[in-house]
């Protein structure tokens, strides 16, 4: 299997502040057919199901504000929240879909300091 | 626009089987392009991947689980179905059905919480 870690577990980032979560991957996954990292991104807010942010390691999905980002190579990876809303509190979550069985990170949990 | 929600019973007896049937709404469930998924998430914990299944009826299950679990297709429904058997409390967990695609997993339904009981 590949093993997903993030970090940090959890992170206190002021309003407007910005926020880094880091995800690396046991193996790379990028595809070499098609030279895309297979790597996403998830929010999810309690109560609620986890949400698609970024595919592709970088691409932002339709609505997402452009305050996320996301970047990395085959095997490191960062969503970067660029300037801290009150709505970003959340648990964020890396997911790679290069290989079944996919994997989630454990969850980075961010919230206001 | 797509949607997915879950339905079964809330509480299983250990030993028993778990079944879940997520209803897709609202978009084409025989569409090439997906995979439909079940995705599980324990309370306070992650997220685990149980496995897919495409349209055509062939699945794809995490070894971790595949002795246990079966992913079926009703297309003249637009349903997908899990069924988990020989659960204990460590399956207790809310159960999300999903739409996974070259993107990820684009479309998630609710999430409804099964607990594993007597």
């Known amino acids: 299997d590949i093993v997903m870690t993030q970090s940090p577990d959890s992170l206190a980032v002021s309003l407007g502040e910005r926020a880094t979560i880091n995800c690396k991957s046991s193996?790379?996954?990028?595809?070499?057919?098609?030279?895309?990292?297979?790597l996403a991104w998830y929010q999810q807010k309690p109560g609620q199901p986890p949400k698609l942010l970024i595919s592709w390691a970088s691409t932002r999905e339709s609505g997402v504000p452009d305050r996320f980002s996301g970047s990395g190579s085959g095997t490191d990876f960062t969503l970067t929240i660029s300037s801290l809303q009150a709505e970003d509190v959340a648990v964020y979550y890396c997911q790679q879909y290069y290989r079944t069985p996919w994997t989630f990170g454990q969850g980075t949990k961010v919230e206001i300091k | 626009q797509v949607q997915l929600q879950e339905s079964g019973p809330g509480l299983v007896k250990p030993s028993e089987t778990l079944s879940l049937t997520c209803t897709v709404s609202?978009?084409?469930?025989?569409?090439?392009?997906?995979?439909w998924s079940w995705i599980r998430q324990p309370p306070g914990k992650g997220l685990e991947w149980i496995g897919y299944i495409y349209f055509s009826g062939s699945a794809n299950y995490n070894p971790s689980l595949r002795s246990r679990v079966t992913i079926s297709v009703d297309t003249s429904k637009n349903q997908f179905s899990l069924r988990l058997s020989s659960v204990t409390a460590a399956d207790t967990a809310v159960f999300y059905c999903?739409?996974?695609?070259?993107?990820?997993?684009?479309?998630w339904g609710q999430g409804t919480t099964v607990t594993v009981s007597s």
């Open positions: 193996q790379s996954v990028l595809y070499s057919s098609n030279n895309k990292k297979h």
């Open positions: 609202g978009g084409s469930f025989s569409s090439g392009s997906y995979y």
């Open positions: 999903t739409r996974a695609g070259l993107r990820g997993m684009d479309v």
